[in-house]
T-cell receptor, first 112, second 113 residues
Framework: AQSVTQPDIHITVSEGASLELRCNYSYGATPYLFWYVQSPGQGLQLLLKYFSGDTLVQGIKGFEAEFKRSQSSFNLRKPSVHWSDAAEYFCAVVNTGNQFYFGTGTSLTVIP | KAGVTQTPRYLIKTRGQQVTLSCSPISGHRSVSWYQQTPGQGLQFLFE???????NKGNFPGRFSGRQFSNSRSEMNVSTLELGDSALYLC????????????FGPGTRLTVL
């Protein structure tokens, strides 16, 4: 069965510091992976996606993610965090039946 | 292009009532999926509609139902509301295929008293 694990429930970083949010997936075939961000009271916004090709994908707002098949991971990174990045981040995988599975999310706090 | 719109944005109901939520997808998108988001359970898939047909269904009771119209707009209905149905209900639209990203609406906040 497919699933997504985000091991970190909450992360706090200083503004300007680098960020890495972890995502591990369980899926038998080639996974289609996504990262979304949700600001308080808002819907989800797509940051980036991966389904084939280059394992390092670039997204919006300066985010990138690297797909590592050997580790079943798709970690999200940003070299320098801005206060406006404070939000909830969700990793997701979609199966061949077109069904999305989301991780439980990582809440990011940015301190000045 | 206009984004995904959901109406109403906020709703308060009492136990036993029923509710209908509406979702208008991005123009040209034929797939609409629904999700329930709660602090305890996170984001859970309810169902997906494509070209007026339910294509996928999550693990929710039959009180949760939906439909899609010929213009791709979708409605979700919850009958006999329970306190545990209080949640943010998110709708997402996409083109068609597995690799197409879902674009989410702002959600409908349902409170059941």
């Amino acid at each position: 069965a497919q699933s997504v694990t985000q091991p970190d429930i909450h992360i706090t970083v200083s503004e300007g510091a680098s960020l890495e949010l972890r995502c591990n997936y369980s899926y038998g075939a080639t996974p289609y992976l996504f990262w979304y961000v949700q600001s308080p009271g808002q819907g989800l916004q797509l940051l980036l996606k991966y389904f084939s090709g280059d394992t390092l994908v670039q997204g919006i707002k300066g985010f990138e993610a690297e797909f590592k098949r050997s580790q079943s991971s798709f970690n999200l990174r940003k070299p320098s965090v801005h206060w406006s990045d404070a939000a909830e981040y969700f990793c997701a995988v979609v199966n061949t039946g077109n069904q999305f599975y989301f991780g439980t999310g990582t809440s990011l706090t940015v301190i000045p | 292009k206009a984004g995904v719109t959901q109406t109403p944005r906020y709703l308060i109901k009492t136990r036993g009532q029923q509710v209908t939520l509406s979702c208008s997808p991005i123009s040209g998108h034929r797939s609409v999926s629904w999700y329930q988001q709660t602090p305890g359970q996170g984001l859970q898939f309810l169902f997906e509609y494509f070209s007026e047909t339910q294509r996928n269904k999550g693990n929710f009771p039959g009180r949760f139902s939906g439909r899609q119209f010929s213009n791709s707009r979708s409605e979700m209905n919850v009958s006999t509301l329970e306190l545990g149905d209080s949640a943010l209900y998110l709708c997402a639209s996409s083109l068609e295929d597995r690799e197409d990203p879902r674009f989410f609406g702002p959600g409908t906040r349902l409170t059941v008293l």
